[in-house]
Nanobody, 124 residues
Framework: QVQLVESGGGLVQAGDSLRLSCVTSGRAFSSAAMGWFRQAPGKGREFVAAIVWTPGSTYYADSVKGRFTISRDNAKNTVYLQMNSLKPEDTAVYYC?????????????????WGQGTQVTVSS
């Protein structure tokens, strides 16, 4: 059983930074990749960023490229999402997930395990 627990969300002002953490069970690290998705009120869940364990390649949605950074700490079984220069449109519930199916790294259907989410609210 894979378990994912996100933390680090909160209420911030535009331009501020937050770092989200996703602590995973060990089995998650045997998967090919992990990703962050988000869901804003009234919208569908969208891809934010992903990291492939080997060789550590990272991928980002155009909307966050240059502002967000995904990273991992294997010793702590943790994946991070550093979010800088936050905008009101970044407001959403953020979820981490394990990619356990082949296919595009930005496709939600290729991810099989999800955390409970952490709320990020950015005020203008």
């Amino acid at each position: 059983q894979v378990q994912l627990v996100e933390s680090g969300g909160g209420l911030v002002q535009a331009g501020d930074s937050l770092r989200l953490s996703c602590v995973t069970s060990g089995r998650a690290f045997s998967s090919a990749a992990m990703g962050w998705f988000r869901q804003a009120p009234g919208k569908g869940r969208e891809f934010v960023a992903a990291i492939v364990w080997t060789p550590g390649s990272t991928y980002y949605a155009d909307s966050v490229k240059g502002r967000f950074t995904i990273s991992r700490d294997n010793a702590k079984n943790t994946v991070y999402l550093q979010m800088n220069s936050l905008k009101p449109e970044d407001t959403a519930v953020y979820y981490c997930s394990v990619k356990n199916r082949p296919g595009n790294i930005d496709r939600q259907s290729n991810y099989g395990y999800w955390g409970q989410g952490t709320q990020v609210t950015v005020s203008s």
